[in-house]
DNA sequence: AGACGTACCTGACCGC
DNA sequence: TGCGGTCAGGTACGTC
């Protein structure tokens, strides 16, 4: 599911509901997801004040006052209200309770998410958040960085902008949309773009981003809002999961096509995309 | 070092 | 209806 624009869905709905609030309750249903939950999860988050909850990259960051509670989501992770008359469901690995009567589920059911706990101090050795590379939004990342960045990078520039080392937080709906609105090939080198190239596809990626993150994200199986509701970027894609139909650019005849590179299917109009 | 393939897991969907 | 194959928004890790 989620890339940058769901994961900022989701940090939003959660600060609306936890920041401010304690965390009464902390259930683990099982002993891991992807990995083993952290040593003392549960002690550690118990009892204590939510003061933030920011993103990084594809991460959601929960402060308390001691701990950082750091989420991934995985392809299928979301957080949803459960009620108190409800027993838990299948995919509902791990229940909240919050001091004012609210209790919140985290439900995944493919179990690629992960959850990890570091302190306050610790946070920027985090193993996995030191790896990551810099936000697209991010003030010091332009177009002449981004140039310098992957003039080196020999692979395609669908496979590095999917590279989290490099700018964090894109995936492949939004990869393939920036390249499409950029009319660059998703074959290309990533060396071989030109500045000017990157003049255009670094405000389209940011461009592609907010529209999405306005939308509440796109929602194809598993993404929803925390509170319930679907995002329906779905609706505005210019080429994801479009393959065979027109390509939507005035004046283009091209059709839509996928291809998969690097194991990931691809979408994109082989008439405009150079 | 950088690039690439594969593993991880469940569910939905398609063709037979 | 049921079965097997394929695919899905992501990341880590082994190998070359």
């Known amino acids: 599911m989620p ?7 989701v940090c939003r709905g959660l600060a609306a509901m936890m920041v401010g609030r304690t965390i009464t309750h902390l259930t683990l249903r099982r002993p891991n997801l992807r990995y083993p939950f952290p040593p003392l999860m549960v002690e550690r988050l118990s009892l204590q004040r939510i003061d933030r909850i920011e993103r990084r990259a594809k991460y959601i960051q929960i402060y308390l006052s001691e701990y950082v509670w750091l989420i991934h989501l995985g392809m299928s992770g979301r957080f949803q209200p459960l009620l108190h008359v409800l027993a838990p469901s299948t995919h509902d690995h791990v229940i909240i ?8 589920a985290y439900h995944d059911p493919r179990r690629f998410g992960f959850m990890d706990l570091c302190s306050l101090k610790e946070l920027h050795f985090n193993p996995h958040l030191k790896k990551l590379g810099l936000e697209p939004f991010d003030a010091e ?3 002449e960085l981004l140039c310098q960045k992957f003039s080196r990078v020999n692979r395609p520039i669908k496979t590095a902008l999917l590279d989290q080392t490099l700018v964090a937080g894109l995936g492949n709906i939004y990869v393939c949309e920036s390249l499409w609105l950029s009319q660059i090939s998703p074959h290309r080198l990533a060396s071989s773009l030109s500045l000017n190239e990157w003049k255009v596809l670094l405000p389209n990626i940011r461009e592609v981003l907010t529209r999405a993150i306005n939308a509440g994200g796109s929602s194809l199986k598993d993404h929803r809002q925390v509170n319930g509701h679907l995002g329906y970027f779905q609706h505005q894609f210019s080429v994801y999961d479009g393959q065979g139909r027109a390509c939507q650019r005035e004046g283009c005849q091209g059709t839509i096509t996928k291809d998969v590179i690097s194991n990931r299917s691809t979408y994109y109009c082989p008439q405009c995309q150079r």
């Open 97 to 104: 309770d919050l001091d004012d009567g609210q209790r919140l």
């Open 141 to 143: 990342v332009t177009p």
């Open 3 to 9: 890339e940058l624009p769901e994961v900022e869905t």
